[in-house]
């Protein structure tokens, strides 16, 4: 399949164009740090920019995405479980097709090369479940950097396996042991690190958080997702989808899968978070459904926070969406109503993962299992003619051990 | 005039430099906040700065992320720390009191709101870490209308550029930052700092403190001969931390006394220099 994108994409009358020159959508985003970091985002911000205009630059990205990553992924028709439902026809981006599994390595592909690019010889990376953990001491295995990841002590008892899997591929791994021990922070410790040894270290950031550029940056190089199902959807469908619909936990695969399609005023954008055990239960980890805007890990936007602003300890069945904040442009998304948000429950994301592996053979990650679910709530109240497409961020080998637990199953 | 300029100015006439202690209000617990002013106070603080512990502490090292975790364990929270000075401003009207924290529990009361609470309670200035002057526009007007000062950081990694921008914005003083890195950090290099002093005096005239690495009074005392202020954080926050709760205030008061002999030290340095 060609896979150039047309230059001359349909676009609604208003262009979208954000962030701003300072980082900012709307109110959120921004540069909430410390002097100490101002610098080295600076020099980020420009070396960037330069990488941006590089034509040498993206056509290296390009061949890499094509030739390591394995890039374009597919889109799938889900006909079986369509069938099933009764309802609009489900379609899958394949991101579980990628080398490393899932979304991930298109965003420290595109960072790592931008870390060469300003000469750092090391970069740093939290991580949660280990997926961006993983994608990253891959890339720095990939180009001989070496690789430090920050894990909370929670996180490295519950995902031994990729704990293992970054330390095979040559990775230093430092439990975290401050403050929840998840994933907020291991950020809070990466982000330390790199104010101590910013003149030899590029801090890649696995989602679209962070202070500016990093909301921008991260979603630039996840919407190659969007920019090949702006291609792909025309060719296997006849048209572009009604909805499409992603899992939101920091919001780096949602971000890659909206950001082309904003321009299509007729194409709805719903991000999917992770309702926990119930919004009401407050364990939950729906930061935009339920949370209240706020200041967190260097940008403005919505955060799960107590009465005297506080972050509070979140949950979810899935580790990758277990974040307390998330990506500024959906904060700006939600409120100027460009995106809408929902939550589904651990229970309705297991259930979903189980119906996908079952109908179509493909087991999904649990993250994007809360995608699906909400695709499989939505596709019986549709005519057989509306079309979702659900981003499939990752694949569900690491969520073997949780899901056979939950089923009440021991190895 | 303001207790922060007053404090200068007094010091400035004395060829002193101020000794600031830090401490995270409601470390062990906030039962022992005011307790922890007295002592820091009679053992010669020019100006007190108490951190408002936040569960995410980005800029800090361990020491200080501990104080946080052991006051927010705690209960200590922000309207708690405004009651504590208010309540502290009733026997002395003349120490300066500083908040230092994060933007999060500021935002959350609302910065209106929490200025005129602020106000109301006697604190004299305010430094959040992650309010940048790029993101502080209405954060300063805010306090202005409180009368509190804003209170900014510099770094050794600060342009000529980012230096005028804090000068413009910064009232009560500046903190430079001495070290790349969190607080807690190694020791400084006085050398270096003098230089980037050198540099940022050229362009204001707002004073100027160093802190982040201070930890032995002879740095202390060496510091003091050409910075305006010395903020001592973490070895305090140390020494808080290995005492009894009931000893806590006691022991900084005592740790502070010797960081105070090292700085009066200074005062012949500075004539002579
Ligand atoms: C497969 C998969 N999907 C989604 C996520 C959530 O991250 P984001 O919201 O940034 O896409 C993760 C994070 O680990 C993941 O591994």
Redesign the interface.
């Known amino acids: 399949m060609q896979m150039r994108v047309p230059v001359a994409e349909p676009r609604s009358p208003e262009t979208y164009d954000l962030p701003d020159a300072?980082g900012h959508f709307g109110p959120y985003g921004?540069?909430?740090?410390?002097?100490?970091l101002?610098?080295?985002l600076q020099e980020l911000r420009e070396a960037y920019d330069a990488c941006r205009k590089d034509v040498a630059f993206q056509d290296e990205l390009a061949y890499e995405l094509e030739h390591y990553v394995g890039r374009p992924s597919p889109v799938y028709h889900a006909k079986r479980l369509s069938d099933d439902l009764g309802g609009a026809q489900i379609y899958l981006k394949r991101e579980d097709l990628n080398h490393t599994g899932a979304h991930k390595v298109n965003n420290t592909m595109g960072q790592a090369l931008v870390a060469r690019r300003m000469g750092k010889p090391r970069v740093i990376a939290e991580t949660g479940a280990g997926q961006h953990g993983v994608a990253t001491a891959t890339v720095a295995a990939r180009y001989g950097m070496e690789c430090v990841v920050y894990m909370g002590t929670e996180d490295v008892a519950r995902q031994a396996q990729n704990v293992y899997r970054m330390k095979l591929l040559g990775a230093t791994v430092i439990p975290v042991s401050?403050?929840?021990r998840t994933l907020?922070?291991a950020l809070?410790e990466a982000?330390?690190d790199w104010?101590?040894n910013?003149a030899n270290t590029f801090y890649i950031i696995g989602t679209v958080a962070g202070p500016h550029p990093y909301p921008m940056m991260v979603r630039d190089f996840n919407s190659v997702v969007g920019k090949e199902c702006l291609v792909q959807m025309p060719a296997l469908a006849g048209r572009q989808p009604d909805y499409v619909l992603a899992c939101v936990g920091g919001g780096s695969n949602a971000m890659g899968i909206f950001y082309p399609y904003i321009p299509h005023a007729g194409v709805k954008l719903v991000g999917v978070e992770a309702g926990g055990l119930g919004i009401a239960t407050g364990k939950h980890a729906a930061t935009l459904s339920a949370g209240?805007?706020?200041?967190?890990?260097?940008n403005r936007t919505y955060?799960m926070?107590d009465?005297?602003?506080?972050?509070l300890e979140t949950h979810s069945i899935s580790a990758g969406l277990d974040y307390p904040g998330v990506g500024p442009e959906h904060a700006w998304l939600k409120d100027c109503g460009r995106a809408s948000y929902v939550s589904v429950t651990d229970d309705e994301a297991l259930a979903a993962f189980h119906a996908l592996c079952r109908t179509e053979g493909i087991i999904p990650a649990l993250e994007s299992s809360h995608a699906v679910a909400h695709a499989m709530k939505m596709a019986p109240a549709l005519g057989r003619d509306r079309i979702l497409l659900v981003n499939l961020s990752g694949r569900g080998d690491k969520d073997m051990h949780t899901v056979a637990k939950a089923s009440g199953i021991v190895f | 005039m303001s207790r922060i300029a007053a404090t200068f100015e007094r010091l400035r006439a004395g060829r002193r430099a101020a000794l600031v202690p830090f401490v995270t209000a409601g470390d062990p617990t906030p039962a022992h906040t005011i307790a922890m002013l007295r002592a820091l106070v009679a053992n010669g603080a020019d100006v007190v700065e108490l951190g408002v512990p936040?569960?995410?502490?980005?800029?800090d090292?361990?020491t200080i992320?501990?104080a946080s975790?052991r006051a927010?364990r705690a209960g200590t929270?922000?309207?708690m720390i405004l009651d504590a000075v208010k309540q502290y401003r009733r026997e002395d009207d003349r120490t300066p009191i500083v908040l230092m924290g994060?933007?999060?529990?500021?935002?959350?009361?609302g910065i209106a709101s929490f200025a005129s609470r602020a106000k109301d309670s006697g604190v004299d200035g305010v430094l959040i870490?992650?309010?940048?002057p790029?993101?502080s526009g209405a954060w300063v007007q805010a306090l202005a209308g409180a009368g509190i000062d804003p209170i900014?950081?510099?770094?050794p990694?600060?342009?000529e550029a980012?230096i005028d921008l804090?000068s413009r914005m910064a009232k009560g003083y500046i903190y430079y930052?001495s070290l790349?890195?969190?607080t807690g950090?190694a020791h400084i290099d006085t050398a270096d700092v003098e230089r980037m002093l050198a540099r940022i005096r050229a362009r204001t005239a707002v004073p100027v403190g160093v802190g982040f690495g201070i930890r032995d009074p002879q740095t202390a005392r060496a510091i003091a001969r050409f910075a305006d202020a010395v903020v001592i954080g973490s070895r305090i926050v140390e020494e808080i931390e290995r005492a009894e709760p009931d000893q806590a205030a006691a022991r900084a008061g005592a740790l502070l006394a010797e960081f105070r002999a090292g700085i009066d030290a200074a005062v012949g340095d500075r004539a002579a220099a």
Do not use: C, W
């Open positions: 300072t921004g540069t909430f740090v410390g002097e100490t101002q610098a080295a401050s403050g929840s907020k922070d809070n982000m330390r104010v101590t910013v209240t805007p706020g200041v967190l890990h260097g955060l926070q009465a005297d602003g506080q972050i | 936040f569960s995410d502490p980005m800029a090292g361990p992320q501990r975790e927010l929270g922000l309207a994060y933007a999060n529990p500021v935002e959350h009361m870490v992650d309010y940048p790029e993101e900014f950081l510099l770094a990694t600060s342009s980012r804090v930052v790349k890195g969190v950090s």
